[in-house]
């Protein structure tokens, strides 16, 4: 699973670093009894403060996702599902991005129905 953040998003950080995991979940990459990387490692590799990633680890486990367990880190929760979580992340992400460009309602949800 690959974890990526972009300062530039007009979404915060760690809410970037909660999206990529549940979208890793959703999308199969990581399954019950997983781990995830190591909050101080991720912080490192990103480029972030450990806090950060912490802190989207924090939300992930306040929605059932994950447990976060001293010494053992945290781990993908067995039931866990981001399914209508993760498309509802996306969606919402989609929306920001297309208002960004002066895209508006009517035409995304047309780029929507021709994708389909």
Request: net charge neutral.
């Given at each position: 699973?690959?974890i990526r953040v972009d300062p530039a998003r007009p979404d915060s950080l760690q809410d970037q670093v909660a999206a990529a995991v549940r ?70 992400g989609l929306v920001v991005e297309a208002r960004r460009h002066g ?14």
């Amino acid at each position: 699973m690959l974890i990526r953040v972009d300062p530039a998003r007009p979404d915060s950080l760690q809410d970037q670093v909660a999206a990529a995991v549940r979208r890793g979940i959703a999308e199969g990459q990581v399954t019950a009894g997983d781990r995830l990387p190591p909050a101080r490692e991720l912080a490192q590799s990103l480029d972030v403060s450990i806090h950060t990633v912490l802190a989207g680890y924090q939300k992930l486990r306040d929605e059932g996702l994950i447990e976060l367990r001293r010494g053992r880190g945290a781990v993908v929760r067995a039931g866990a599902h981001a399914g209508r979580t993760g498309v509802a992340e996306l969606v919402r992400g989609l929306v920001v991005e297309a208002r960004r460009h002066g895209i508006g309602d009517d035409e995304l949800v047309e780029l929507v129905r021709t994708a389909l």
